[in-house]
């Protein structure tokens, strides 16, 4: 059965420092993995989607990689930014590719 | 886009009560629906698969008969908790595929946060 973990839980940095959070998951049979943001009480945002066949995306500052092979992927948040606080999940498909299985989320919180 | 709404945002009810949540795609057909719940500081879990036009399918350790789910339209899901208890009360989000094929990509609803007194 497939499990996602996302390391760290939570997370404090100043503005303007670099971050990376992780997700790892067991099963490495996956045709794609995606990062959401999601704000307190709020819906999810889609922020990057990996194909398994890539390697990495990037939009704006933000960069997702993935290693298929050893079930892992980052996410890398440059120049951080107090908009940037918030949870961040990361998901992949279930066997049958009909839902997502999601981690439990690394909450960001940047200071000005 | 692709924007998936939700109603009510919030919901407070009595325990024992009916709740009825409704998920819609404004500017799509969505073939199939799915509902997911998320308590606080964890996961979102998926509770159910509903396609238009059929029953849903729902996750293991989810009760159907408390958790009914109806997609009579392309356009509109509905998630009804039926019989409220407080440990229903969570963060109930709807999805949207416009395909029913896998791998398709779900645009998320905003949520309905539940609290059963």
């Known amino acids: 059965k497939q499990e996602v973990t996302q390391i760290p839980a939570a997370l404090s940095v100043p503005e303007g420092e670099n971050l990376v959070l992780n997700c790892s998951f067991t099963?490495?049979?996956?045709?794609?993995l995606q990062w959401f943001r999601q704000d307190p009480g709020k819906g999810l945002t889609s922020l990057l989607l990996?194909?398994?066949?890539?390697r990495e995306q990037t939009s704006g500052r933000l960069n997702a990689s993935l290693d298929k092979s050893s079930g892992r992927s980052t996410l890398y948040i440059a120049a951080s930014q107090p908009g940037d606080s918030a949870t961040y999940l990361c998901a992949v498909p279930n066997q049958a590719g009909t839902a997502l299985i999601f981690g439990k989320g690394t909450t960001l919180s940047v200071s000005s | 886009g692709a924007v998936v709404s939700q109603h009510p945002s919030w919901v407070i009810c009595k325990s024992g009560t009916s709740v009825k949540i409704e998920c819609r795609s404004l500017d799509f057909q969505a073939t199939t629906m799915f509902w997911y719940r998320q308590f606080p500081k964890q996961s979102l879990m998926l509770m159910a698969t509903?396609?238009?036009?059929?029953?849903?399918?729902?996750e293991q350790g989810v009760e159907k008969d408390k958790f009914l789910i109806n997609h009579a339209s392309l356009t509109l899901s509905t998630l009804t908790v039926t019989s409220a208890h407080p440990e229903d009360s969570s963060f109930y989000i709807c999805s949207a595929t416009k395909n029913r094929l896998s791998q398709e990509t779900q645009y998320f609803g905003p949520g309905t946060r539940l609290l059963v007194l």
């Open positions: 099963d490495s049979a996956i045709y794609n």
């Open positions: 990996i194909q398994s066949s890539q």
């Open positions: 509903s396609n238009e036009g059929s029953k849903a399918t729902y």
